[in-house]
T-cell receptor
Framework: GAVVSQHPSWVICKSGTSVKIECRSL??????MFWYRQFPKQSLMLMAT?????????EQGVEKDKFLINHASLTLSTLTVTSAHPEDSSFYIC?????????????FGPGTRLTVL | DAKTTQPTSMDCAEGRAANLPCNHS???????VYWYRQIHSQGPQYIIH???NNETNEMASLIITEDRKSSTLILPHATLRDTAVYYC????????????FGSGTRLSIRP
């Protein structure tokens, strides 16, 4: 149990286009989802915290108008990279917690590799 | 900023115990110690967590010092599949608590 999926697993796009990445909790309801990005040979950097039905909370230095996060249901959060540029090329990873006071173990998705040409 | 300090890299012989240290001298009384690992090009995987008592599960053991300023993750019989980056994290016990990753320890298991 507690599986998180991401779609797509990889995407290549042209500079200036927008890309949407989906994060789904497959067998549990996720009250909170998190989005990270990871550059090669670096650690994960938290971008934002997303709660169902409310606006995401972005970390300092993360542009909320560039990285649009929507958490419309308890099983789905989306990250849209708007007007993507080559410097946005990265590994994007989401995670989810089950909430409800059960625990705060984060279940991570497999990641989405974005390459912007 | 991450609240933990870990060695950059370690190696261990296959079949031996791998002991990964972590310093978290500024941990507060109600923060937990969590360990995750990330195998290359995959999402991180939860390993274990604890508050002040030692913990053990099917993957590993967690030893926390009495003053809680440091801990050690123990993989009792390391295999090649344990090669990964291991992250020690301190966080509050809440489903909304965010995790801040440090640089972790790159563990290499040699045959």
């Amino acid at each position: 149990g507690a599986v998180v999926s991401q779609h797509p697993s990889w995407v290549i796009c042209k500079s200036g286009t927008s890309v949407k990445i989906e994060c789904r909790s497959l067998d549990f309801q996720a009250t909170t989802m998190f989005w990270y990005r990871q550059f090669p040979k670096q650690s994960l950097m938290l971008m934002a915290t997303s709660n169902e039905g409310s606006k995401a909370t972005y970390e300092q230095g993360v542009e909320k108008d560039k990285f649009l996060i929507n958490h419309a249901s308890l099983t789905l959060s989306t990250l849209t990279v708007t007007s993507a540029h080559p410097e946005d090329s990265s590994f994007y990873i989401c995670s989810a917690t089950r909430g409800g006071g059960l625990d705060n173990e984060q279940f991570f998705g497999p990641g989405t590799r974005l390459t912007v040409l | 900023d991450a609240k933990t300090t870990q060695p950059t890299s370690m190696d261990c012989a296959e079949g031996r115990a791998a002991n990964l240290p972590c310093n978290h001298s500024t941990i507060s009384g109600n923060e937990y110690v969590y360990w995750y690992r990330q195998i290359h090009s995959q999402g991180p995987q939860y390993i274990i967590h604890g508050l002040k008592n030692n913990e053990t599960n099917e993957m590993a053991s967690l030893i926390i010092t009495e003053d809680r300023k440091s801990s050690t993750l123990i993989l009792p019989h390391a295999t090649l599949r344990d090669t990964a980056v291991y992250y020690c994290i301190v966080s509050f016990y809440s489903s909304a608590s965010k995790i801040i990753f440090g640089s972790g320890t790159r563990l290499s298991i040699r045959p």
